[in-house]
């Protein structure tokens, strides 16, 4: 799925990670490639925090019920900053590790500087695109209740709707 996140706001990954632009940098198009049981939340940096104490363990998943013990037992908060360049809006620049969750593949134009929360010990890298023009593909369209993805036919000539569809 795909968000584009411009300076000031983030996309919560479950209550398991935080991705946000900062600085004075043009919107850019973030897509996840994360389990379908991760939910993704974006918002704005200032109510980040008090939404994960709110609703992690319901809303936010992992970590499961109950939200706030099990955010408890994470820990801290480590937070890395990396500067992405972009490649232009038809292929994505790079994309961000988080080690045990997946990665989010970078697009846009110029660049971008990229804060990322995550527990401690969790590793966060950058690589160049292992799937630089699937931005395209997986782009959805978030309406405040949930995502919705563009109906499409596959190669085998059904219908595929929806984000987590089994």
Not at 50 to 72: I, Q, S, Y
Not at 95 to 104: H, K, S, Y
Not at 115 to 130: E, H, T, Y
Not at 139 to 146: I, L, S
Request: proline fraction near 6%; glycine fraction near 12%; aromatic fraction near 8%.
């Amino acid at each position: 799925i795909t968000f584009r996140v411009a300076a000031g706001k983030c996309v919560l990954v479950g209550g398991l990670a935080r991705i946000e632009v900062v600085g004075d940098t043009k919107p850019f198009l973030f897509t996840f490639f994360v389990s379908n049981e991760i939910k993704l939340h974006p918002t704005d940096v200032t109510k980040a925090d008090d939404f994960v104490a709110k609703h992690a363990g319901e809303m936010l998943t992992p970590p499961l019920a109950p939200g706030p013990e099990r955010m408890e037992q994470i820990g801290e908060f480590e937070s890395h900053t990396v500067d992405v360049q972009g490649a232009g809006w038809k292929e994505a620049g790079a994309d961000i590790t988080l080690r045990g969750l997946g990665w989010v593949a970078v697009t846009g134009a110029g660049k971008a500087q990229v804060k990322i929360s995550v527990p401690k010990g969790v590793g966060v890298s950058v690589r160049p695109p292992l799937m630089p023009f699937d931005v395209w593909e997986a782009t959805a369209k978030y309406t405040g209740g949930r995502s919705v993805r563009k109906s499409s036919k596959s190669k085998s000539g059904k219908r595929r709707r929806g984000v987590g569809r089994r």
